[in-house]
């Protein structure tokens, strides 16, 4: 197990309370990939510094504690530019990651199938294709001269040249995989199609276990599905066929949803959305803007949409003292609050259910029935004599 610190910035744009949020995800993401987190370090500043991203002196607190306590590698927050990560090194003299390349890691190391395994191998390809300069750090360390320089840029041409062919044979092999997706989808036509989204971790393949019975790879810990699971479920005679997609997460890299086109493609053939929410974690409400974000980034906007609160089991409630005057804070706000008003002016179908301890299961199920149906009516209304 690798030793860590972590490194964020508040910022004009990221103040305090936010930067603090990603630092815990991006601890419980260290965590996911093997690391032990032993500090983690902010700084305040106006803006991110073009050469070191924080301040020099930071840097050197960082670099000093890097060196007293043996740690392996510091991981930023936010991406890194090549010329940031490679003066990082220079000064940290330690392995450099950020955000972006640790979620690379993590779904690299949870790709299973063949095409997962394309989708992460394009990704971590697109985001190496610029840093490439940074593995010839060695060539800085020969003595300048005829014959030095020149051997060494040329080498870096030819991996670069090598990478753009993986990359491209990769698309090729991706394009070839969605034309198959794409057939075998045409022939789930005569059946509703369910898809689970949401933040990662929010339960959306504990879900998937409980309506079709089956045993999807299920975890506490991100990003535990990276493939697209497709099962036929029966809710009262009732059958359509429910997905089970890769969870989202804030500072989704870009090179992930562009790889993972032909997975997140199930979604755009869904008739319905089943928003999974994690109602016990307390940043639930971004959670919920992260991924309509993302349904916006890859044009799946306007479906019909099921709201299911879970893990209500974990919701911590604080009751306060009726001679309490102190203004109302976020952990007095019962789950009735959440249900009755804040649902209420989001003008959505929602449940709250907690599927590890099976309640409200069977209010979940019969709400997901009545959508079914209502959009059988609506897509086969030659069908409605069945109804």
């Known amino acids: 197990m690798e030793n860590v610190v972590l490194i964020g910035a508040i910022t004009p744009t990221q103040q305090d309370l936010e930067s603090s949020e990603y630092l815990t995800e991006l601890d419980f993401l260290t965590h996911t990939a093997g690391g032990k987190v032993c500090k983690v370090f902010q700084q305040k500043i106006n803006k991110i510094n073009p050469k070191t991203f924080l301040g020099k002196g930071k840097i050197l607190e960082i670099g000093t504690f890097i060196v007293n ?4 590698t510091a991981i930023f927050d936010d991406e890194l530019s090549p010329s940031q990560q490679k003066n990082l090194e220079q000064i940290l003299n330690c392995k450099i990651i950020d955000r972006t390349n640790l979620i690379l890691s993590i779904f690299a ?3 299973k199938t063949a095409i997962s395994k394309i989708q992460v191998e394009l990704a971590q390809y697109q985001y190496l294709l610029p840093r490439l300069t940074n593995l010839w750090t060695h060539l800085s360390k020969q003595k300048g ?3 030095m320089r020149g051997p060494g840029e040329k ?8 990478i753009r062919q993986q990359i491209s044979l990769l698309k090729k092999k991706l394009i070839k995989i969605d034309r198959q997706m794409t057939t075998q989808r045409k022939g789930r036509d005569r059946l509703i199609r369910v898809s689970l989204v949401g933040y990662t971790n929010a339960g959306k393949s504990t879900i998937m276990n409980l309506l079709s019975k089956s045993n999807v790879f299920a975890e ?7 493939d697209t699971t497709v099962r036929k479920v029966v809710i009262e005679n009732l059958p359509f066929l429910l997905s089970d997609t890769v969870g989202f997460i804030r500072k989704l890299p870009t090179q992930l949803v562009q790889s993972f086109k032909s997975t997140l493609d199930e979604l755009h053939e869904s008739d319905l959305l089943i928003h999974v929410i994690d109602i016990s974690n307390p940043h639930f ?3 919920i803007q ?3 974000k993302t349904l916006k980034e890859i044009n799946c906007v306007g479906k019909k949409e099921l709201v299911v609160f879970n893990k209500i089991d974990n919701f911590k409630y604080i009751k306060k003292d009726e001679d309490d005057l102190t203004p109302l804070r976020r952990e007095n706000l019962s789950l009735n609050y959440w249900e009755k008003t804040w649902m209420a002016k989001q003008n959505v ?4 259910i907690s599927c590890t301890r099976k309640q409200n299961i069977t209010s979940f199920k019969e709400t997901l029935y009545d959508l079914i149906i209502e959009i059988q009516k609506e897509k086969y209304p030659y069908n409605n004599f069945l109804y």
């Open 285 to 287: 409400e971004k959670h």
């Open 220 to 226: 506490n810990k991100l990003f535990a599905t990276l």
């Open 155 to 162: 080498e870096i041409e030819t991996d670069r040249r090598i």
């Open 69 to 72: 306590h043996s740690i392996d």
């Open 145 to 147: 001269g005829i014959g």
């Open 109 to 111: 190391l949870r790709a």
């Open 290 to 292: 992260s991924v309509q």
């Open 349 to 352: 179908n929602h449940v709250f």
